[in-house]
């Protein structure tokens, strides 16, 4: 079997704009109603509202990298481009919510324990897993030719999936400061729903930028083939 | 397997042209060209009686496709000149033969053996001798010949011989960094000399070579010939493969250039891509 | 039989890096020499009170490996690619994993050679006492080493092939290798300070699994890197 081209794909399926509207709206209205039925904590106040952007926002980044990893995987093993496509666009979605992550952290982190930053366990292999990613996506623009990128950029990728949990568990031993696993059953039901829905909604927005950042790197790639067509007076390359 | 692209690109788009020429052609050379452009429409000949069998071999460097699909079969014991512009994809051909690229379309096999899954088996037939000589500069010539050795699994071949036949003996032990262009060729040459491949890829053999340099050669490619071995030859000039090749093929945008019957009768854009027969490549 | 070939084919890879570094003598004197500055410079910054040395050393020392391993890296595959070597590497039959084990094995002699010259230099500059079971603190070095040479030989198959190597090996090898520093840097310091918690032990298990981990890892991805 041959490895299929991006020319071969045909166009991209377009993201549906109502993905993108309904996202949108339910972020909103999920942000508004977590707000609105959460009281304040006793321990940290109106501070823990941050956590209905800052929780979702690093499962999300899980979710992305995992992504990266699963689709790695089957480009190493299909040869499929647009594998490689989707595991860029994920990458780059992930690194925006990591970055995200690490700067609400860091806010949490100045009135709770008087420093922007304490090496705490949790925030520590965030910043190991974004510095990772960012090595991935320098990997693909210094790479010019697309089969190397992908091997190289699909190798990178699946060992620096590897390496989180190792990064966890080594970062974890060498020091913890933050509180115990924020475990939802521990959570009282009024922050709970507020937190649920908006993982949801995170997650729903998530698939939609992923979506929208896919369909542009299909598009980037079938322009280069048409352009490159057109030069040449070719029909069929 | 055959990708329909294969299919697309070569055996149906060349179908009708071959019965035009077999009218003004001799035999021997509609033979030729019937195996160079016919194959995918019948029945796949046994690839694994042929030293070589690319069928729609496609390569693409980002958006640019290099190849179209190229098909080419050599026969065991066939030498076969390789003609072509300059970056019309030769080179990139034979990397892709050599296992040192990929195909992005279309299957290549060497005696049997798929290029694309089956490298190792690939890498046991074929010796691949490309622009850059390969060799390490802080070795001396007898350690860079001991490594190839031990590399190719033949720790116990005699290295001195191949030395002596390449005329290096006298730089037995000197290394490599001080050596010419054409030393070092000779070189990996005598590495050649030392694996004995059964299908031979030269590009361009005969750069920085003298005249005792190309004889050397060409004695070479006609021993394994004679050995029953295959010999695929990229060339820009066909006057020191004189009495070497069996018949030359033209890679032109992509394909392999199948004359038309326009070509042959006012003389064409390319006459070296009519066959010749052995003997007589001689074109000055 | 095939596996008789392969293990010679690492021993002539391995022959064949370690001769022209011998050679070529400049790679491994500058390389250590600088392993040597990096530990003088921390002297600098951290010194010059006796404890807060002690304390530090550990970590420099193993700053000092790393930043200068990664030289050795480059160079390991620079080599190759000088007159198209590595072409003719990839042209000769045998797996391809014979090819990251030799590669491996050399960089790892290499590196840890520069690791005696920089860990009895950084002894000397910051005043370590050498603890009664010294041959321990050897197995975490080599354990260490190990982790580094597989992940950098692993990475500098790529920065060595692509633009601006010597910026994109250190941005992909440094956050990958914060478990294995981490480790044992850890290790090491809980050893030098006489390791009253007994916490060297358990860092030594993780280094192990880690470099357990990554050298299947990047044994099984290295066909993929170095292909193409």
């Not at chain 1, 321990?43 to 690093?58: C, E, I, S, T």
């Not at chain 1, 698939?207 to 598009?219: D, G, K, N, Q």
């Not at chain 2, 002596?164 to 040459?189: I, K, P, W, Y």
């Not at chain 3, 992940?151 to 090996?169: K, P, Q, W």
Request: glycine content about 8%.
């Amino acid at each position: 079997m041959s490895p299929a081209t991006p020319s071969q794909f045909g166009p991209p399926k377009p993201a549906p704009v109502w993905l993108g509207w309904g996202a949108f709206l339910f972020f909103l209205f999920t942000q508004v109603y977590a707000v609105a039925t959460s009281p304040a904590d006793a321990m940290m106040g109106h501070l823990q509202k941050m956590m209905y952007v800052h929780v979702p926002a690093a499962w999300v980044t899980f979710a992305a990298f995992g992504v990266v990893l699963v689709a790695s995987l089957h480009f190493l093993w299909k040869e499929d481009e647009r594998a490689d496509l989707l595991a860029a666009s994920a990458a780059e979605v992930g690194s925006l919510f990591c970055g995200l992550t690490l700067v609400l952290g860091m806010l949490w982190g100045r009135p709770t324990w008087g420093v922007w930053w304490s090496w705490d366990a949790r925030l520590t292999s965030t910043l190991v897993l974004f510095l990772i990613f960012v090595g991935y996506l320098s990997l693909r623009s210094f790479v010019e030719d697309p089969h190397r990128r992908g091997q190289w950029s699909a190798a990178v990728g699946i060992l620096g999936a590897i390496n989180v949990p190792i990064v966890w568990m080594s970062v974890r031993w060498w020091r913890t400061l933050h509180q115990i696993q924020s475990n939802p059953r521990g959570l009282s039901p009024e922050y709970l729903r507020g937190l649920l829905l908006n993982l949801a909604a995170f997650t729903l927005l998530t698939i939609w930028f992923i979506w929208r950042r896919y369909e542009a790197a299909r598009y980037e790639r079938a322009a280069e083939h048409a352009a490159q067509a057109a030069a040449l007076g070719d029909n069929n390359g | 397997m055959v990708s329909l692209n294969s299919l697309f690109h070569s055996g149906l788009r060349c179908k009708a042209k071959p019965y035009i020429l077999s009218a003004i052609l001799p035999l021997e050379n509609r033979v030729a060209i019937a195996l160079i452009s016919a194959v995918p429409n019948a029945a796949p000949l046994p690839t694994a009686d042929l030293a070589l069998d690319a069928r729609g071999v496609a390569r693409r460097f980002g958006a640019r496709w290099v190849l179209r699909g190229i098909n080419l079969q050599v026969r065991a014991g066939e030498m076969v000149g390789l003609l072509g512009h300059n970056g019309c994809g030769k080179s990139t051909f034979m990397r892709i033969v050599a296992t040192l690229l990929k195909p992005s379309a279309g299957d290549c096999y060497v005696y049997g053996a798929n290029v694309k899954t089956e490298g190792d088996d690939v890498r046991h037939h074929v010796g691949f001798f490309s622009h850059v000589p390969g060799l390490y500069d802080d070795l001396s010539a007898r350690e860079n010949l001991a490594f190839a050795a031990t590399m190719l699994g033949f720790p116990s071949a005699d290295i001195d011989a191949a030395l002596e036949r390449v005329g290096l003996t006298h730089v037995t032990h000197e290394r490599v960094r001080g050596f010419s262009a054409g030393m070092q060729r000779r070189l990996s040459l005598a590495r050649l000399i030392l694996q004995r491949p059964r299908l031979l890829l030269l590009d361009e053999p005969y750069n920085n070579l003298d005249v005792a340099g190309i004889a050397l050669m060409n004695g070479f490619i006609r021993e394994l010939n004679a050995a029953g071995g295959a010999a695929v030859v990229v060339l820009h000039d066909l006057v020191p493969a004189q009495g070497v090749l069996d018949r030359t093929v033209t890679i032109r945008d992509g394909r392999v250039h199948v004359p038309t019957a326009d070509d042959l009768l006012h003389g064409g854009a390319s006459p070296q891509a009519i066959t010749l027969p052995a003997g007589a490549a001689g074109i000055s | 039989m095939a596996f008789r070939d392969d293990v010679r084919r690492i021993k002539a890879i391995v022959w064949k890096d370690l001769t022209t570094e011998r050679r070529s003598k400049a790679g491994f004197n500058s390389v250590a020499s600088l392993g040597v500055t990096i530990l003088v410079l921390f002297g600098l910054a951290l010194g010059p009170d006796g404890q807060a040395l002690r304390d530090a050393a550990a970590g420099a020392l193993w700053l000092a490996v790393l930043f200068a391993g990664v030289l050795a890296f480059n160079r390991s595959y620079q080599v190759e690619l000088e007159g198209g070597a590595l072409e003719a590497l990839l042209l000769y039959p045998g797996s391809r994993w014979a090819i990251f084990a030799g590669k491996l094995i050399a960089n790892l002699i290499f590196v840890l050679l520069m690791l005696v010259i920089v860990v009895a230099v950084g002894i000397v500059l910051f005043q370590v006492r050498i603890p009664a079971q010294w041959p321990t603190l050897l197995g975490i070095m080599a354990l260490g080493v190990v982790g580094i040479v597989v992940l950098g030989t692993f990475y500098a198959a790529m920065s060595s092939r692509s633009r601006a190597r010597e910026v994109l090996l250190p941005l992909l090898l440094y956050p990958m290798l914060i478990p294995v520093l981490l480790a044992s840097m850890e290790a090491t310091k809980a050893f030098l300070g006489g390791d009253l918690l007994n916490a060297s032990g358990a860092w030594i298990q993780m280094l192990a699994l880690f470099d357990v981990i990554f050298l299947v890892a990047t044994f099984l991805a290295f066909e993929y890197v170095i292909e193409v």
